[in-house]
């Protein structure tokens, strides 16, 4: 079975600084996909980056990148430039392809932001 | 575009009870998913819908059940509730591909008393 572990129960940042969140996963799998989710108070998940695992190449939306590690089965999520609003739990997720393909969510990190 | 909508938001239900939850899509979206989500146990998946037939299924009692609709939306059936039933219930569409975006609902907030 695959599973997701999120190490870091808590994090904080400063306005403005740059902070990355961890995540590692187990699969026997080679296709699959990886997702950064955040969770802020009003409880909505919101997708904050996705990852293909065929493709090498580290994606990026904005603030937001992964450093995606196929052989290590890693896939961290930076934040650059860290806002107010970016405080939230944010969850690593996987999902295999197949027909037994679901989302798996890790534990999630809690995100502060501090002035 | 409307997101997706979860009614109701919030719930109080006695032990013993049932209850059904509903999740409505984003329009074309035919792919529903349903999650518990709790303090202990974190985000779990209880079962996913795909054009009315269930695609996927989590390590939930049979007492979980769900169903989808011919306008994609879900419904979700909790019977004989249990304490620790009581957790935030999120469902979440797609357009049915395993890599793309799931959209979440804002959740149910089940308290069982």
């Known amino acids: 079975a695959q599973t997701v572990t999120q190490s870091q129960p808590e994090m904080s940042v400063q306005e403005a600084e740059t902070v990355t969140l961890s995540c590692t996963y187990d699969?026997?799998?080679?296709?699959?996909?990886l997702f950064w989710y955040k969770q802020p108070p009003s409880r909505q998940m919101i997708l904050v980056i996705r990852?293909?695992?065929?493709?090498?190449q580290n994606a990026t939306e904005n603030r937001f990148s992964v450093n995606f590690q196929k052989a290590a089965k890693s896939f961290s999520l930076k934040i650059s430039d860290s806002q107010l609003g970016d405080a939230a739990m944010y969850f690593c997720?996987?999902?295999?392809?197949?027909?037994?393909?679901?989302?798996?969510f890790g534990t999630g990190t809690r995100l502060q932001v501090t002035l | 575009k409307a997101g997706v909508t979860q009614t109701p938001r919030y719930l109080i239900k006695t032990r013993g009870q049932q209850v059904t939850l509903s999740c409505s899509p984003i329009?074309?979206?035919?792919?529903v998913s349903w999650y518990q989500q709790t303090p202990g146990q974190g985000l779990q998946f209880l079962f996913e819908?795909?054009?009315?037939?269930?695609?996927n299924k989590g390590n939930f009692p049979g007492r979980f059940s769900g169903r989808q609709f011919s306008n994609s939306r879900s419904e979700m059936n909790v019977s004989t509730l249990e304490l620790g039933d009581s957790a935030l219930y999120l469902c979440?569409?797609?357009?049915?591909?395993?890599?793309?975006?799931?959209?979440f609902g804002q959740g149910t907030r089940l308290t069982v008393v």
């Open positions: 819908y795909f054009s009315e037939t269930q695609r």
């Open positions: 997720a996987y999902r295999s392809t197949g027909t037994a393909s679901k989302l798996t």
């Open positions: 699969t026997s799998e080679s296709d699959y996909y």
């Open positions: 979440a569409s797609s357009g049915g591909g395993y890599g793309t975006e799931a959209f």
């Open positions: 990852q293909e695992a065929y493709k090498q």
């Open positions: 329009s074309g979206h035919r792919s």
